[in-house]
Nanobody, 124 residues
């Protein structure tokens, strides 16, 4: 089992920045590719970003490319997403997730473990 706990959400003005963290415990963190997803009210969950187990490969949704950066620290068992130039449409609950293999990283149904989510609200 892998337990995931997100933090770092909050209220920020448009154009501002936030960094979300996801702390993992349980089985060996550095074996797992990790992803961030988000879900806005009334909308389906969508892929945000993903990173390979080593951190050598990253993947982004077109909507966040150039504004968000995913990274991980395998010593601290933590994955991050730095979110810059935030927009009101980035408002959502953000979830981190872990999966066993590096494939179909944009498909949330392929992830095995999920955190409880953290709210990000961007005001205009």
């Amino acid at each position: 089992q892998v337990q995931l706990v997100e933090s770092g959400g909050g209220l920020v003005q448009a154009g501002g920045s936030l960094r979300l963290s996801c702390a993992a415990s349980g089985r060996t963190f550095n074996n797992y590719p990790m992803g961030w997803f988000r879900q806005a009210p009334g909308k389906e969950r969508e892929f945000v970003a993903a990173i390979s187990s080593s951190g050598g490969s990253t993947y982004y949704a077109d909507s966040v490319k150039g504004r968000f950066t995913i990274s991980r620290d395998n010593v601290k068992n933590t994955v991050y997403v730095q979110m810059n130039s935030l927009k009101p449409e980035d408002t959502a609950v953000y979830y981190c997730a872990a999966k066993r293999v590096l494939s179909s990283v944009r498909n949330g149904s392929t992830y095995n473990y999920w955190g409880q989510g953290t709210q990000v609200t961007v005001s205009s």
